[in-house]
């Protein structure tokens, strides 16, 4: 619920509230139990905490016994991190420098993707599925349509065209101050089947935002990968 969430505790760039911080939600749990079954097994998982915001579900990942890679474009400061983590600096929007094993078992991208124009988001998930293992999972979460940052918002233009701010009282409210993509489920689900994923399970939350476990599709393979975006502001 977003009504237990402190609204005063937003990053310092302007991309939302810290949510991580203040309680794990069923995605997260999800991608836990990922690593513990596989720690379970005899083998230490390898995680790639995207977009990770102060880290905390990086600490979680690496309480579950996980080698985590925790990146982001601002990074916690050196008293907030946990040892044994590595913290590196990267950007959604250049996939290709983000650190860390040729391949992940689980990879979590939390309240982000929203932040990248569609065609950028389905080039970041074509990468990201790359570096997942044959029996690694994506952990994706989106903004939606049919949440409350939707209030005013032209979800009416497609989603391959749509990037706009939100009005000035959600901006305000959920200290988002950058235009976004937001989604509905089927169209979360139709980017990810571009990129050569399956969905394993896609829902919307009870605020409104769109959540989905994604595999690699074995059967399909994703469409060649563009040259990397300029960046885009």
């Known amino acids: 619920m977003a009504d237990d969430l402190d609204f005063s505790n937003v990053t310092a760039d302007a991309f939302g509230i810290n949510v991580s911080s203040q309680r794990i939600d069923d995605l997260d749990r999800l991608c836990l139990d990922h690593l513990r079954t596989i720690k379970a097994a005899g083998r230490i998982p390898r995680a790639l905490d995207l ?130 993509c937001l989604y509905r489920p089927d169209e979360l689900a139709g980017l990810a089947r571009a990129a050569g994923f399956s969905v394993a399970f896609l829902w919307e939350s009870e605020f409104g935002n769109v959540k989905a476990v994604l595999v690699p599709d074995t059967q399909t393979e994703s469409t060649p990968l563009r040259p990397e975006p300029g960046i885009r502001r």
Do not use: W
């Not at 590196?88 to 124009?117: K, W």
């Not at 065209?161 to 200290?175: D, N, Q, V, Y």
């Open 51 to 180: 977009a990770c915001g102060d880290a905390a579900m990086a600490a979680h990942m690496h309480q579950a016994g996980a080698h985590v890679i925790a990146v982001d474009r601002a990074l916690p400061g050196a008293d907030q991190r946990v040892a044994g983590i590595t913290y590196a600096e990267g950007d959604m929007r250049t996939p290709a420098q983000i650190p860390g094993p040729p391949q992940f078992d689980t990879i979590l991208c939390q309240r982000a993707i929203h932040y990248l124009r569609y065609f950028d988001a389905l080039y970041l998930l074509k990468h990201l599925r790359q570096r997942l293992t044959a029996n690694g999972a994506l952990y994706l979460s989106a903004s939606g349509v049919n949440s409350e940052l939707g209030t005013d918002y032209p979800s009416d233009t497609v989603v391959a065209s749509r990037m706009s701010p939100l009005c000035h009282e959600m901006a305000k409210k959920h200290g988002i101050h950058h235009p976004v």
